[in-house]
Nanobody, 124 residues
Framework: QEQLVESGGGLVQAGGSLRLSCAAPGRTLSTYAMAWFRQAPGKEREFVAR????????DYADSVKGRFTISRDNVKDMVYLQMNSLKPEDTAVYYC?????????????????WGQGTQVTVSS
């Protein structure tokens, strides 16, 4: 069930940066925890980053820690993923997702609303 809209993906060279955005037309995000996941060809969808509804807490996968930053603007109902120092292994379709759960938030099965994904390709 795809009801979020991601944007900002593209092709970038290794070491470059991209900023992904997530919007929810007709829905509110401001009272929900949000996350970004990614899925590379032939691989499982994996957790990237998550943020609480207030923005007070964030968590990251070890593979992106120190390079990616998740943030949100609850006035605009937007969630972002700033990706710096990109590597070829970051190549994947990136999805944002919304959850009403309050625990186990790195688990994709806790999220009930997803976007269609945006492709990020990092060339070496």
């Amino acid at each position: 069930q795809e009801q979020l809209v991601e944007s900002g993906g593209g092709l970038v060279q290794a070491g470059g940066s991209l900023r992904l955005s997530c919007a929810a037309p007709g829905r509110t995000l401001s009272t929900y925890a949000m996350a970004w996941f990614r899925q590379a060809p032939g691989k499982e969808r994996e957790f990237v980053a998550r943020i609480t509804w207030s923005g007070g807490r964030t968590d990251y996968a070890d593979s992106v820690k120190g390079r990616f930053t998740i943030s949100r603007d609850n006035v605009k109902d937007m969630v972002y993923l700033q990706m710096n120092s990109l590597k070829p292994e970051d190549t994947a379709v990136y999805y944002c997702a919304r959850t009403g759960a309050s625990s186990d938030l790195t688990n994709k099965f806790q999220y009930d609303i997803w976007g269609q994904g945006t492709q990020v390709t990092v060339s070496s």
